[in-house]
């Protein structure tokens, strides 16, 4: 009898990233023959992927660059292996590349059939930027991102979120080499992986209170002392009287006019300088 059993299936992973899959195989006698298959969605045109079996102690016993498709494995007093298999996506990879890996296990004409894939998806990466230069940093990758490989899939300066940008892409290398140059820009955010410095990825369930829209007039309140910002009465102080939910508008009363008169603003035409206590 030969049998697998573990880990296996179909994982994500971005360009220049790789996943893994622990598993056991196990057969009745000492001697296994395995036979690996590796078919890529586009071999003629794609970059093509590694895949390597490890086995519990870490030694490679079979790669798709090294070896023939065919391993004989060891099974002493028919032990069950621990083995792991890993897949690394090419840097060059495009957004939904896929390999698929069947490893088939035979011994005394009986045989099992493990079967593994991976997907190339993108990056979600965060970039550190000058404090207040946000704005000025997306327009410079913005106009970045429309020369050479279109790679860069997304940019996203958050209101409110001072010092970040969230940039989506495939290849993290590009990316990096796309931002190296871009004043105000500092560095992606990063994380140590395997003994290197690697650019963290986040993802959108970690991004997605920046994705709703926040209401021009939250933390605005009636009594409060707000400074208007733009239009005919820049600069000056002004009272809060009564805010529009719906219409993210407020009514204010200019504090140094002569005649109280209300006067009715967008939201974000104002900053809070002083608290109703």
């Given at each position: ?148 490989e279109k790679d860069v899939y997304a940019i996203l300066s958050p209101i409110g979120l001072r010092g970040y940008v969230f940039v989506e892409g ?6 990096q080499e796309k931002t190296r140059d871009i004043k105000k820009a500092r560095s992606f955010v990063v994380k140590k992986d395997s003994g290197q ?81």
């Amino acid at each position: 009898m030969t049998y697998f059993s573990g880990d296996n299936g179909v994982r994500d992973v971005r360009a220049g990233g790789s996943v893994f899959w622990d598993f056991q195989a196990a057969v009745d006698g000492t001697d296994a023959i395995f036979t690996f298959d590796v078919k890529a969605s586009d071999p003629e045109n794609a970059p093509e992927w590694s895949v390597a079996l490890y086995d519990s102690q870490g030694t490679e016993l079979w790669n798709n660059f090294r070896s023939k498709p065919e391993l004989k494995v060891s099974f002493p007093g028919s032990t069950a292996k621990v083995l792991r298999l890993e897949i690394i996506c090419p840097r060059g990879a495009r957004y939904g590349d896929t390999v698929n890996v069947a490893i088939t296990a035979n011994a005394g004409g009986v045989s099992d059939t493990c079967e593994f894939g991976a997907v190339a998806k993108q990056s979600l990466l965060v970039l550190k930027t000058q404090i207040d230069q946000e704005k000025e940093v997306t327009r410079s990758l913005f106009a970045k991102a429309a020369q050479g490989e279109k790679d860069v899939y997304a940019i996203l300066s958050p209101i409110g979120l001072r010092g970040y940008v969230f940039v989506e892409g495939m290849n993290t290398d590009r990316l990096q080499e796309k931002t190296r140059d871009i004043k105000k820009a500092r560095s992606f955010v990063v994380k140590k992986d395997s003994g290197q410095m690697t650019p963290a990825e986040t993802t959108i369930e970690e991004i997605s209170p920046y994705l709703v829209p926040v209401s021009a007039v939250v933390g605005i309140e009636e009594g409060d002392i707000v400074e208007l910002v733009n239009g005919p009465f820049k600069g000056e102080k002004a009272r809060v009287q009564k805010i529009d939910q719906a219409k993210e508008e407020i009514t204010v009363e200019l504090v140094e006019a002569m005649v109280p008169i209300p006067v009715t603003v967008k939201g974000d035409s104002v900053r809070v300088i002083e608290k109703e206590s």
